[in-house]
């Protein structure tokens, strides 16, 4: 298993933003 993320991969995103829910929410759509 490699360190590095696969291409096209969210790895990382700011829970600490007012919306973190709906960010949440929009990355689970995108990627699944």
């Known amino acids: 298993m490699s360190d590095k993320p696969e291409i096209g991969s969210i790895t990382w995103f ?4 007012p919306n973190a829910g709906e960010v949440k ?3 689970n759509k995108v990627v699944g």
């Open 25 to 27: 929410s929009f990355y």
């Open 14 to 17: 700011d829970l600490t933003v």
